[in-house]
């Protein structure tokens, strides 16, 4: 091979690396650039579901029902046994057995429904759906945000689906941060019941009544972030189109989320809500009213703190409870 020809092969050896050199890094770069777009979307999406991507988008939607919805379980039960004096002992209180009276007398004689219950704690202790669940074959929707009392409930195996979050006090997802009051000492878990702080756990800033509790308990305050999604979200990531009974028990924030529920999307057909505050409502009962629901109970408050409302066009529902009260009436 002559001087000239090694030339020439070196020159062209150097030319085809160049090139493949050149390809590469142009297929590195549009490969990187195609990934940093697919990363970009992802942590894009991961922030926006923080809020304010709106509760009906398609994504969230998909994005709920992947990550945060659990479906029912297979499995037979796991109750708390009734000899278990520190579950047991608030298991039945006054607001518990009011709201299960009329629960009872309204769908007692009907075919099994669908249920939305919004904090509920271990899904056994002081659950609205339960009878209904496990006496007449109803399924639903259980939401808790507190992570240890979602793990119990978990473990109850309920027939319904679950979901350890919270719902969004607005029309947009979003990230808030979480009280949860935990009893300090055995004894007073005892005495006060092992799921009752719990029960009163609440969204940062929304519980008037934390003060009165921590100062005669020794109870700790932890807190956590919890992502929140609007209630209408959690319908339609299930593709729920009837609501038989909404169970909203939220420590305070149950009105201002009925007030931005985008009714006329959704057919509620009773809805019951805990007030804490000890007085009549009247502007949220003239809300209820334009929204086409009954309250039913008025004569009951603020001594109850217990709304149920019935939705208007349920004529069975409304004289069942007309026929409650009017039993009521002859016992009295």
Known sequence: M????????IVVSLTS???????????????????AKLSFKLLENIYRIKGPLSGTDAWVLKFVNQTYIFPPSTEPYNFSKVHDTSYSVY???DSWWYLNRYIRHLFTDEPPGFFLEAGA?????LSNTLWLEKTL??????IEPDKDSFR????????????NACISKDGYPMEVVFVNLEVRGKSHEVRYG???????????????FTDNITSHVPA????????????????RALGIEKIDLLSLDLQGNEKVILRNFPWSSIKVRVVIIEDQIKTVDHDFIQFMEKCNYKLMNEDDLPESQDHIYVNKDETILLEKIKKLKKENTKKL
């Open 121 to 125: 704690l271990d899904g056994e202790f």
């Open 152 to 163: 119990l409930l978990l473990k109850k195996h309920r027939k319904a689906w679950t979901s």
């Open 194 to 208: 092992r799921m009752n702080f719990p029960a009163n756990s609440h969204l940062y800033g929304t519980n008037i």
């Open 220 to 235: 700790t305050e932890h807190y956590s972030l919890v992502q929140c999604f609007p209630l209408i979200t959690f319908v």
């Open 137 to 142: 074959g109803w399924t639903g929707l259980l």
């Open 91 to 93: 298991a039945h209180g």
């Open 2 to 9: 002559t001087g000239k020809t090694k030339k020439t092969v």
């Open 17 to 35: 690396l160049i090139a493949v050199w050149v390809i590469s890094m142009s297929y590195i770069q549009i490969n990187s650039s195609l990934t």
